[in-house]
């Protein structure tokens, strides 16, 4: 895959982040295999009454934003959660 499929596979699902990570482009796409993967986290928190719906909303919102990115190829970091790196 390259760069922009596996930037946008990234933020599909669990299953379409690990494709992306395993048989993408790591390297190309690796600010946006790492914003999905702090996404997909954040949406963890969802389990968490009333703070978790507020954080899935934002989870949400983020996700659209991620993926609009991913699909303009575009490296804009997110709001709040753009400058948090957990790939290297």
């Keep these: 895959m390259d760069k922009k499929v596996t930037s946008i596979v990234a933020y599909l699902s669990w299953i379409g982040w690990l494709i992306a990570f395993l048989a993408g482009d790591k390297e190309g796409a690796k600010f946006h295999?790492?914003?999905?993967?702090?996404?997909?986290?954040?949406?963890?928190?969802?389990?968490?009454?009333v703070l978790g719906w507020i954080v899935s909303i934002y989870a949400a919102v983020m996700w659209i934003m991620g993926l609009v990115n991913a699909i303009k190829q575009e490296e804009k970091p997110l709001p709040l959660i753009g400058k948090i790196t957990i790939l290297k």
């Excluded at 295999?33 to 009454?49: D, E, F, K, M, R």
């Design 33 to 49: 295999l790492n914003s999905a993967l702090v996404i997909l986290l954040l949406g963890l928190l969802s389990i968490i009454p």
